[in-house]
């Protein structure tokens, strides 16, 4: 017997997701808060953790944790759903209204994960290409929306890996415009952009994704969407019970209590990501694309793997293979660290350039 000739079809060839794994290197690959969880956070985590909570499953719905979401994005908790990340709720989603003989539309280039769990989930991915600039080709989105087997779409804005965001009369002229849903993922909307949450009070095939990831809870992984109490009754469906364990529940709540301090930190990052793109526009034969989010794609005159395999050995970290077309073959992306990583990462990088 063999165990490859039980595997379903459609996943046979699926590459798996693996993340580069490096020892005693400086991480700015994986767009995540470079600062320091804070300490006195961490405390008022512990501080509000007993030993029934190590014992007894998780509360299944995240009254709590919905009721300062529910606050903290003037959304009602029943329009709520929580995740371990978001990449939880993308493959929930595409459980609920994709599975085989059904569509998902994606502009490309994108966040991998899309088509990853389409692939898993049966979906038939369908990516649309993005024009020089990495913006959307509307009329071309439209049409593979509208098409009748189309269920879903997705759409990051700020995107990753490109870092640029889409205009919200964009959103707005997509969403109206098709009988389908549409997934706004807004995981870095921390750092740039507008969000596409006003437009939830108009539109019930929108549904807005966001994580706790990019701003500091990364190792606990808690996401949520926002959407239509229909939307969200039919997710809760298929939903896995007690999928957010009690500690990211409440670390989840202390960011929130706490939001003034992580917001200083986004402040920071930001300042830091346009310190960044300056110092990367001074090197020549470099191209930066504009981001708002916090990391920074761009380009480099000589082979990117060998850039990158040269950073690793001085122990820095970032992001190569993202792709083969709009250039993105000679591209890296380097996620914004603290000044001190920033300041190592651009003098190294000028040493493998020159």
Same mark, same amino acid.
């Given at each position: !017997? ?6 379903r ?6 590459v ?24 006195e956070?961490?405390n ?8 029934e909570?190590?014992?007894?499953y ?7 944790l ?11 908790p029943?329009?709520?759903v929580?995740?371990?990340?978001? *990449?939880?709720?993308i ?5 609920t209204f994709?599975g085989?003989?059904?569509? !998902?539309?994606?502009?490309?280039p994108t ?13 038939i ?7 020089e600039?990495f913006? /959307?080709?509307?009329?071309?989105m439209l049409?593979? !929306?509208?098409?009748? *087997?189309t ?8 995107n990753?890996?490109?870092?640029n ?9 997509l969403?109206?415009?098709v ?7 807004e995981?870095?909307? *921390?750092f740039g ?7 939830l009070?108009?539109y ?6 966001r994580t706790f990831?990019k701003i500091?809870? @990364? ?5 949520y969407l926002?959407? *239509?109490?229909?939307?969200?009754s039919e /997710?809760s469906? @298929? ?5 957010v364990?009690t500690?990211s529940?409440?670390?989840a ?5 706490n ?17 960044? %793109?300056?110092?990367l526009? @001074? ?16 380009s480099v005159?000589?082979?990117?793997d060998?850039?990158?395999r040269r950073?690793?050995e001085?122990?820095i970290?970032?992001r190569?293979?993202l792709?083969s077309?709009?250039?993105?073959a000679s591209c890296?992306? %380097? ?6 990583e920033n300041d190592?990462f651009?003098?190294k ?6």
């Amino acid at each position: !017997m063999r165990i490859h000739d039980l595997v379903r079809d459609d996943i046979k060839n699926l590459v798996p997701y693996e993340p580069h794994l490096f020892k005693n290197v400086i991480r700015m690959d994986a767009n995540e808060n470079p600062h320091l969880f804070p300490q006195e956070v961490i405390n008022s985590i512990f501080a509000g953790i007993s030993g029934e909570d190590f014992i007894r499953y998780p509360d299944p719905l995240g009254m709590e944790l919905k009721a300062k979401i529910s606050a903290f994005t003037g959304q009602s908790p029943e329009n709520i759903v929580l995740g371990n990340g978001s *990449d939880e709720l993308i493959q929930l989603i595409l459980q609920t209204f994709g599975g085989p003989g059904r569509r !998902m539309v994606i502009p490309a280039p994108t966040f991998s994960m899309y088509r990853i769990h389409g692939e898993i989930t049966g979906t038939i991915p369908v990516e649309v290409p993005r024009d020089e600039k990495f913006g /959307l080709v509307t009329d071309e989105m439209l049409a593979q !929306m509208q098409h009748p *087997d189309t269920r879903v779409t997705f759409i990051a804005t700020p995107n990753n890996p490109t870092g640029n965001c889409v205009p919200i009369h964009q959103i707005r002229k997509l969403v109206q415009e098709v009988k389908s849903l549409l997934v706004v993922d807004e995981a870095y909307i *921390d750092f740039g952009g507008e969000t596409s949450l006003p437009l939830l009070r108009e539109y019930p095939n929108l549904i807005i994704l966001r994580t706790f990831s990019k701003i500091g809870l @990364a190792g606990l992984r808690v996401g949520y969407l926002v959407a *239509d109490r229909e939307v969200t009754s039919e /997710l809760s469906k @298929a939903r896995q019970p007690y999928n957010v364990n009690t500690v990211s529940q409440k670390a989840a709540c202390a960011v929130i209590d706490n939001w003034q301090i992580f917001r200083e930190q986004i402040a920071e990052i930001s300042a830091e990501r346009e310190r960044l %793109v300056q110092g990367l526009q @001074a090197m020549p034969g470099v191209k930066v694309y504009p981001s708002q989010a916090n990391f920074i794609l761009f380009s480099v005159p000589v082979s990117p793997d060998e850039v990158h395999r040269r950073l690793v050995e001085d122990g820095i970290l970032i992001r190569k293979g993202l792709g083969s077309t709009h250039g993105l073959a000679s591209c890296l992306r %380097v996620s914004v660290g603290t000044k001190q990583e920033n300041d190592l990462f651009l003098a190294k990088l000028n040493e493998k350039l020159v």
